[in-house]
């Protein structure tokens, strides 16, 4: 077995995985990247669509393009890369001395030990599928996630449809609905379960009202129909009127994103059931020691720059974590009123902290308040929010005084009625 020493381990070629890859390189760190497929980039390679880079490089960029501003980076810092490689199993050291053992595999390399000093998981997410939902009716073909139907169309060049149905409004399938229209298929319905979209506000106009797409909030598609090919799909709002049908020969499914965390497990890293990624703290460190998470195996987000910039934080505080600086006082957080989840669960007393949140309700009026038992040590207004768009704000330092390693802090989301 071959054995390779370095620094840090990335684990995922995407977004992530370049960022802090390139970012750790940076710091001048011994780092080394891994990525299960052939080629850099990960799911941007298939979202052909515009849109990417308005926050991090100043420019609208599609995704391809997105990629290949950080693979050309990786290939400028001659940061080693093993492509078309599988990890299968993490074996953790006890602390920064004692290195981590990274077993994966490969065609050109077979089988490789990776003992670094820490690793950063980034392996993203994928898609929950029909078992996951459990769509009652039978199981004839015609029935697709939507970023399948993504790299169908986009690299492999096959179009999976010609009169489609789309399940859930979830960004991917709005996308694909205007994908699915530009290639000369029909697509008759996009139905979503929640009484509000899924998706980007901006994926709503451009993708389904531009194409005079029907968007049926509130409803769900209650039975897939057809015996070797989807013939129709029956739909039932939930207000309790009668359902009805739609003829068609394609079901395309948009409904949510999981972190991809299998790899994370075999490592003994403590998930959140919140977020279904790895519990992490003030500077991303995972609940195992020198084992770091960021993107969206962390938490599905809705944006890529996003999850540059936090991968850029997580770097940063892996090159602190080698170079033994100690992460100071921290203090758990949680996610109160009106939001899903808050990521990450700890906040440093000492140091700079983000926080990540999801909204659980649609507002125009509202305003995010930090707890630390019965007394709001900060506050901050908010203009529209809702569970599609992530929530991102800084916690001023000048605050943390006013906390103790003893206080139970929440965050809350409150609607209010500030102009």
């Keep these: ?104 595999f490969s065609a050109e390399h077979g089988m490789v030990c990776f003992e670094v000093r820490a690793v950063v998981l980034a392996m993203g997410c994928r898609e929950r599928n029909r078992g996951n939902i459990g769509t009652p009716g039978t199981r004839p073909s015609g029935v697709y996630t939507a970023g399948l139907a993504q790299r169908l169309v986009n690299i492999e060049g096959y179009i999976p449809g010609k009169e489609v149905v789309i399940v859930g409004s979830g960004d991917i399938g709005l996308i694909m609905a205007r994908r699915m229209s530009w290639v000369g298929a029909k697509v008759k319905a996009v139905v979503e379960i929640q009484p509000y979209p899924a998706g980007l506000t901006r994926n709503i106009v451009q993708c389904l009202n531009d194409f005079g797409i029907p968007l049926y909030l509130n409803h769900v598609v209650s039975e897939i129909r057809g015996k070797d090919r989807v013939e129709a799909v029956e739909i039932t709002p939930r207000d309790g009127t009668e359902p009805f049908v739609i003829d068609c020969d394609t079901v395309l499914l948009s409904v949510g994103l999981v972190p991809d965390t299998e790899i994370a497990k075999t490592g003994g890293v403590l998930l959140t059931p919140e977020t279904g990624g790895p519990l992490v703290d003030s500077r991303h460190e995972s609940s195992v020691p020198g084992i770091f998470a960021c993107g969206n195996v962390l938490h599905v987000h809705d944006l890529v720059d ?8 997580c770097a940063a505080s892996v090159d602190a974590y080698i170079g033994k600086e100690s992460v100071g006082k921290q203090v758990d957080i949680q996610a109160g009123a009106n939001l899903k989840y808050v990521v990450p669960r700890r906040m440093s007393l000492q140091g ?62 409150k609607e209010t009625n500030h102009e």
């Design 306 to 313: 996003y999850v540059t910039e936090e991968s850029l934080r």
């Design 352 to 413: 700079k902290n983000h926080l990540y949140m999801r909204s659980l309700i649609v507002s125009n009026r509202s305003e995010i308040q930090l707890t630390a038992g019965n007394r709001v040590i900060f506050s901050k207004r908010l203009r529209h929010i809702q569970p599609s768009e992530m929530i991102g704000i800084d916690v001023p330092d000048e605050i943390l005084k006013d906390i103790d390693e003893g206080d139970h802090l929440e965050v809350h989301l």
């Design 1 to 104: 077995m071959k054995i390779e020493n370095r620094d840090v381990l990335v684990i995922g070629g995407g977004a992530a995985g370049m960022a802090a890859a390139t970012e750790l390189k940076e710091l001048g760190r011994d780092v080394v990247l891994v990525e299960r497929d052939h080629v850099l980039g990960g799911i941007l390679n298939q979202c052909i669509h515009n849109g990417f880079g308005l926050h991090h490089f100043k420019e609208e960029l599609t995704g391809p393009e997105y990629a290949e501003r950080f693979s050309e980076l990786v290939n400028e810092q001659q940061i080693p890369v093993h492509l078309g490689m599988t990890i299968t199993e993490i074996t953790p050291g006890k602390d920064v001395e004692d290195r981590h053992k990274v077993y994966g």
